[in-house]
């Protein structure tokens, strides 16, 4: 049975459409429509209930060392508040999972993992830590709200002093008040633009959310559901675990590789990255060109044969016109090819285009 997050209640007031996602029930829209959640996020500010995701925090004398088995990226060089994006690999190269990594001290750190992912991810870890540390899942005592837009910043101003802002993009203020809220508050976010992740007590997170909506009435701020989240992400080129990485693909594969540090000593996966050889496939996007929409696992074809196929796919609302993610032969993965993508056997025109599709103006 499914679970409900602390903000179930919300997402019923505001006539959210509840379905069940990742064992639990989120909305994936809201009246307003996936359309309108999508560009709210693009050009001003939306908020989403992410407290399905998954917290585990490890601390002790051996944290570090076992972070750094445990992950491809570089950690031992990150300071306390700093956030840092990396795959979990087996021993074959494939990914477990992709995951973020708060220091919150030398000895202390807090990952945040793919709520579909929880409990697989938990029982991979312990069964690979050694030494002297703790090993916990804090996940239900977490909610988890994400501010996103170019109006973000803007909106948590009125709620919160200054120094609770953290400055650079994934760095984190450990303990701030926020409308009155103790948060974690994070520079992160999954949709291509500016924004915060907040973290607090599940007791506390309706007045959290209730005080964002209301101080971000005037930037136009909206509630806003999977379905957004979904579009946000692939328009910005951002992959997802079961559709671009799973545990039979290597984070070369699709375009990771500045989160694998093969120089580190040693992490779980990097003999079987090495033993794949020279990476044959590429994560690549791709332009539809002809009527249709690939959603995913769409045969892709160039000179009549079949190159790859799609991991993820929409028409995006930002840029209006559909696009895909796909895993290809390296031979065509080049920006300008013409392929072919079969959608319920009809062929369609499409073309390779780089990542991500969209990307977000830089302030001046």
């Not at 997802?240 to 996966?269: C, N, R």
């Not at 696992?297 to 993820?312: R, W």
Request: charged share 25%.
């Amino acid at each position: 049975m499914e679970k409900k997050t602390p903000l179930y209640e919300c997402h019923v007031q505001s006539k959210g459409k509840i379905v069940p996602f990742a064992g639990y029930l989120l909305p994936v829209q809201y009246e307003t429509g996936v359309i309108v959640e999508h560009m709210a996020v693009r050009t001003a500010a939306g908020l989403f209930d992410v407290s399905h995701m998954g917290e585990v925090l490890i601390k002790g004398k051996d944290a570090l060392q076992n972070i750094q088995k445990l992950v491809t990226n570089d950690c031992s060089k990150m300071y306390d508040g700093q956030v840092k994006y990396s795959p979990m690999c087996n021993e074959t190269g494939g990914v477990v999972d992709d995951l973020l990594v708060y220091r919150i001290s030398s000895e202390e750190y807090l990952l945040v993992i793919n709520a579909a992912n929880r409990y697989k991810d938990v029982k991979w870890m312990e069964q690979h830590i050694t030494g002297e540390l703790e090993l916990k899942d804090i996940s239900d005592d977490v909610a988890q709200i994400a501010l996103q837009g170019p109006k973000s910043e803007e909106i948590l101003r009125k709620v919160t002093d200054e120094e609770n802002i953290p400055s650079k993009y994934y760095s984190f203020v450990r303990s701030g008040l926020v409308a009155g809220v103790l948060c974690l508050i994070s520079k992160t976010g999954y949709t291509g633009e500016d924004g915060f992740e907040l973290y607090c007590k599940p007791e506390d997170v309706q007045v959290l959310w209730n005080a964002l909506l209301e101080a971000g009435k005037e930037e136009g701020i909206i509630p806003c559901g999977l379905g957004a989240r979904d579009t946000l992400r692939l328009e910005a080129g951002m992959p997802l675990y079961g559709h671009e990485m799973d545990d039979t693909i290597s984070p070369l594969e699709i375009g990771l590789g500045f989160a694998v540090k093969m120089e580190k000593e040693d992490f779980i996966g990097k003999d079987g990255i090495l033993s794949r050889g020279e990476v044959k496939r590429t994560r690549v996007g791709i332009k539809i060109l002809g009527r249709g929409i690939a959603r995913e696992k769409c045969p892709i074809y160039a000179e009549d044969q079949m190159i790859g196929e799609t991991t993820s796919g929409t028409h995006c609302p930002y840029l209006g016109y559909p696009v895909a993610m796909a895993i290809v032969d390296s031979k065509y993965s080049s920006a300008g090819t013409k392929v072919t993508v079969e959608v319920r056997g009809r062929k369609i025109e499409a073309e390779i285009i780089d990542l991500p599709f969209y990307k977000k103006e830089k302030a001046k």
